[in-house]
T-cell receptor, first 114, second 117 residues
Framework: AQTVTQSQPEMSVQEAETVTLSCTYD???????LFWYKQPPSRQMILVIR??????QNATENRFSVNFQKAAKSFSLKISDSQLGDTAMYFC???????????FGQGTRLTINP | GAVVSQHPSRVICKSGTSVKIECRSL??????MFWYRQFPKQSLMLMAT?????????EQGVEKDKFLINHASLTLSTLTVTSAHPEDSSFYIC?????????????FGPGTRLLVL
């Protein structure tokens, strides 16, 4: 069975600091896609970043970047120069190529303090 | 990015009544739509998956006669909670998967908060 584990239920950092959220996953498949979604207090799920498993280069989106370690099945999210608006629940997820269902982790509640 | 709308955003109803929630993909055709339920401080729990024109596939433990899903077109799916009871109170989120540009991505609606009295 495919699973996603986010080992940090809660994290808190000061504004402008860098923070890294951990995510590990388990699958026997070789082709899949990984995602980080953000759910702010409004509860709207927002796609932050995606990574194709066949790509060795880590994805980046402005202040957000990932450290994708395929052999270790690790997919951490780094937020640089954190802002108050980054306060949210962050969910790691993946989907097997050709499959329909996203598999979500349990989420990490991130608080950015002023 | 692509937009998924959901209506209503909040609904309060009496026990025993039925409630319909609409989900629309506004600027892309959704090959597949999903309905999730989310309890406070928890992750999303998939309820069912639907493809346009075919019956929804429900996850284990989800009553298909209670949570009716209709995926009438490539841009519209509805979830009807029939004979709602207080234990059905929750946050329901729809999601649509479609191709925008070169990538197929899953986008989420803003959610519907259901309170059954």
């Amino acid at each position: 069975a495919q699973t996603v584990t986010q080992s940090q239920p809660e994290m808190s950092v000061q504004e402008a600091e860098t923070v890294t959220l951990s995510c590990t996953y388990d699958t026997s498949e070789n082709n899949y896609y990984l995602f980080w979604y953000k759910q702010p207090p409004s509860r709207q799920m927002i796609l932050v970043i995606r990574q194709e498993a066949y790509k060795q280069q880590n994805a980046t989106e402005n202040r957000f970047s990932v450290n994708f370690q395929k052999a270790a099945k690790s997919f951490s999210l780094k937020i640089s120069d954190s802002q108050l608006g980054d306060t949210a629940m962050y969910f790691c997820a993946f989907i097997i190529q050709g499959a329909q269902k996203l598999v979500f982790g349990q989420g990490t509640r991130l608080t950015i303090n002023p | 990015g692509a937009v998924v709308s959901q209506h209503p955003s909040r609904v309060i109803c009496k026990s025993g009544t039925s409630v319909k929630i609409e989900c629309r993909s506004l600027d892309f055709q959704a090959t597949t739509m999903f309905w999730y339920r989310q309890f406070p401080k928890q992750s999303l729990m998939l309820m069912a998956t639907s493809n346009e024109g075919s019956k929804a596939t429900y996850e284990q433990g989800v009553e298909k006669d209670k949570f009716l899903i209709n995926h009438a077109s490539l841009t519209l799916s509805t979830l009807t909670v029939t004979s709602a009871h207080p234990e059905d109170s929750s946050f329901y989120i729809c999601s649509a998967r479609g191709r925008t540009g070169l990538q197929e991505t899953q986008y989420f609606g803003p959610g519907t908060r259901l309170l059954v009295l």
